[in-house]
Nanobody, 124 residues
Framework: QVQLVESGGGSVQAGGSLKLSCAIVGTTYSTFCMAWFRQALGKDREGIAGIAPAGGSTYYADSVKGRFTISQDNAKRTVYLQVTSVKSEDTAMYYC??????????????????WGQGTQVTVS
C-alpha cells in the first residue's frame, strides 16, 4: 500500500521561503512520476511541479517557474518542493501525488492514483 506523507507547510511572510517534503512509504518509488499540486480556497486543484521517475526531467507551471524547485532524494524516498519568493497567491493546501510510469500530462490531477493528506501554506 503506497502512502504519501507531506510535511513542512506553515505560515510565511511574502518574499520568504519554505521547503515541503513528501515521504513515500510502502513501495520502491523509482517508477513513479511525482508531482506537487495545490488548491486555494474556492479554486481548482493546480499542478505546479512534476519530476520524472528516478529523478529525471522536471516540469513547472508558469505560475511558479523560477521560484519553486522540485527534487527528490532516492535514499530517503522523499520528494521536496523548495518554495521561494512566495506571494500571497501561493496561499493554498499543497498536495503530493504519485502515478505509475512517466510524466506525460503531469499537471492533470486525474492521472494520479496516490495522494498525500496535504499541508497548508499561508503567505501573510
Amino acid at each position: 500500500q503506497v502512502q504519501l506523507v507531506e510535511s513542512g507547510g506553515g505560515s510565511v511572510q511574502a518574499g520568504g521561503s519554505l521547503k515541503l517534503s513528501c515521504a513515500i512509504v510502502g513501495t520502491t518509488y523509482s517508477t513513479f512520476c511525482m508531482a506537487w499540486f495545490r488548491q486555494a480556497l474556492g479554486k481548482d486543484r493546480e499542478g505546479i511541479a512534476g519530476i520524472a521517475p528516478a529523478g529525471g526531467s522536471t516540469y513547472y507551471a508558469d505560475s511558479v517557474k523560477g521560484r519553486f524547485t522540485i527534487s527528490q532524494d532516492n535514499a530517503k524516498r522523499t520528494v521536496y518542493l523548495q518554495v521561494t519568493s512566495v506571494k500571497s497567491e501561493d496561499t493554498a493546501m499543497y498536495y503530493c501525488a504519485a502515478k505509475v510510469g512517466g510524466c506525460g500530462g503531469w499537471y492533470e490531477y486525474w492521472f494520479y492514483r496516490y495522494w498525500g493528506q496535504g499541508t497548508q501554506v499561508t503567505v501573510s
